[in-house]
């Protein structure tokens, strides 16, 4: 359970923040961070045809998020600053 997500899969180290510190258990408790393949735009319309492709989903959904912050933060700075 303290494998960390790199030991298993390698080639994610960089592509997702802190793999290298990411925990099989951490993953099975969903602490580990990383987004949820289902809340991904036309995830239901349009699922991923395989593992890999559900793997890049998942990838680009955290900078969806993250770029979907932004443009929030900046609404309400809009607003209130």
Same mark, same amino acid.
């Given at each position: 359970?303290?494998?960390?997500?790199?030991?298993?899969?390698?080639?994610?180290?960089?592509?997702?923040?802190?793999? *290298? +510190?990411?925990?099989?258990?951490?993953?099975?408790?969903?602490? =580990?961070?990383?987004?949820?393949?289902?809340?991904?735009?036309? /995830?239901?319309?349009?699922?991923?045809?395989?593992?890999?492709?559900?793997? *890049? +989903?998942?990838?680009?959904?955290?900078?969806?998020?993250?770029? =979907?912050?932004?443009?929030?933060?900046?609404?309400?700075?809009? /607003?209130?600053?």
């Amino acid at each position: 359970m303290d494998k960390t997500l790199v030991d298993f899969f390698p080639e994610l180290k960089g592509r997702i923040e802190n793999a *290298e +510190r990411i925990t099989l258990k951490m993953i099975v408790q969903h602490r =580990s961070g990383i987004p949820d393949l289902t809340g991904s735009p036309d /995830f239901w319309t349009n699922p991923p045809e395989n593992n890999k492709a559900a793997l *890049e +989903r998942v990838l680009d959904l955290k900078t969806y998020i993250f770029n =979907s912050f932004l443009k929030g933060f900046n609404f309400i700075k809009s /607003f209130c600053f």
